[in-house]
Structures are given as C-alpha cells and as structure tokens.
C-alpha cells in the first residue's frame, strides 16, 4: 500500500514564526506536490518537485518555499508565517504519467495566531 | 481561466438512491487524464476513478462511474445506490500532458450529505 505521512495532524503557531511541514511517501514516487485547501477554492498548488533537489512553483507559492534533499521527502516551509497562511495543507505523490493518480497524505491543519 | 468546474456547492441525497456530480473542464490539450476524489470529514483524500480522454468507455468502478461527454468537456460522477458512508465532499481533477503532466487542477468540490 502506498503511504503518504505528514508530520503533524494539527498545528498551531504564531505570527512570524518559521514553519516546518514534512512529508514522506514510501513508494519512491519522483514526483511530490504541496496544495493548500480552502472552503470554496478547493486544492490549490503551492509547489511541486518532479526530482531530488528540484522544485516548480505552483498557482500560489508566494509566502512559501520548499526542499526535496531526498527522493522520499518534501518539506513545505512558512518563512514567516502569517494569519492568511491558515489552512490544511496536503501533500500527495505519484509517479510521471497523466494516468497515474496522486496518493494524498491525512493533511495538516494549521492554525497562524 | 477556472480548469475544473463543479457547479454544485451542496447536495442531498437519500439513501440507496443515485446522485450524479457534475464537472466540466477547459484544456486544449488531447491528452488528458480526469480524477474524482472523496474527501470524507477525517480529511483523507481518496481516489474514486479514472478517465482517459482516449478513452472509448466510460469508466466504472463498483458503484462509481463517471460519465464522459468529450463534446462537451463534462464528466460527472455518478454514485448509485447511495450509502450514508458516502457523505463527504467529493473533487473532480484534470490531468495534462506536457512537463506540467504531473499536475493536478481541482475542482471546488461538491458536498454530499446522504440522509437516511
């Protein structure tokens, strides 16, 4: 079975604090993304990595930055997180081809007090 | 532009009835792939089906199919046989070819609320 994990269910954290979300997926998966969900705008992509090191931004990637050192993981980081940054954050994986489906980790909800 | 549409914030449905979920999609590109995904209240996004633009049939899967107009750039989803464990919100995605392949655009999704 594929596995996506994220590091953490739910998080809190204040205004201007630097945000770490990791994800690792066990299926060796070249490719990795980052959406954000939000009531009524349904996913959208922050970032994407289709290989180690590399990195492509998405539709919003402003106020975000990512890192792919390995094959399995992806972080996502908040610079300096602010309240508009509040949301749950998905990370998913799959391998090239328009045929394969994304596998979607359980999303972290974070909160920016 | 908007890629994946799904006009239908909200819907209801009775058990064992079916629902059909609309989504409509613009691309000029003849290679694509479309997905519909489950969200329930944990918050897990679970892949339902598949469509192919080449493909001929629609596709099924057990009480999941998905009917494509290519004409018309629709793919809805239809669930028959409502259970109340498919109350959840549910996203229809596009797939493109070219380097951006590996992207998926979403729809805002549709919430379905199955009442016994």
């Known amino acids: 079975d594929v596995k996506v994990t994220q590091s953490s269910r739910y998080l809190v954290k204040r205004t201007g604090e630097k945000v770490f979300l990791e994800c690792v997926q066990d299926?060796?998966?070249?490719?990795m993304f980052w959406y954000r969900q939000d009531p009524g705008l349904g996913l959208r992509l922050i970032y994407f990595?289709?290989?180690?090191?590399?990195?492509e931004k998405g539709d919003i990637p402003e106020g975000y930055s990512v890192s792919r050192e390995k094959k399995e993981r992806f972080s996502l980081i908040l610079e300096s997180a602010s309240t508009n940054q509040t949301s749950m954050y998905l990370c998913a994986s799959t391998f090239g081809g328009i045929y394969n489906e994304q596998f979607f980790g359980p999303g972290t909800r974070l909160t920016v007090l | 532009a908007q890629k994946i549409t799904q006009t239908q914030p909200g819907m209801f449905v009775q058990e064992k009835e079916a629902v059909t979920l609309d989504c409509t999609y613009d691309?000029?590109?003849?290679?694509?792939?479309l997905f519909w995904y489950k969200q329930p209240s944990s918050g897990e996004m679970i892949f339902l089906i598949y469509?192919?633009?080449?493909?001929?049939q629609n596709a099924t899967e057990g009480r999941y199919s998905l009917n494509f107009q290519k004409a018309r750039k629709s793919a809805n989803l239809v669930i028959s046989a409502s259970q109340l464990g498919d109350s959840a919100m549910y996203f229809c995605?596009?797939?493109?070819?070219?380097?951006?392949?590996?992207?998926?655009?979403f729809g805002a999704g549709t919430t379905v609320t199955v009442r016994a």
């Open positions: 469509q192919g633009s080449y493909d001929q």
């Open positions: 995605a596009m797939r493109e070819g070219g380097f951006d392949g590996n992207k998926l655009s």
């Open positions: 990595s289709y290989d180690v090191k590399m990195k």
């Open positions: 691309t000029s590109d003849p290679s694509y792939g």
């Open positions: 299926m060796d998966h070249e490719n």
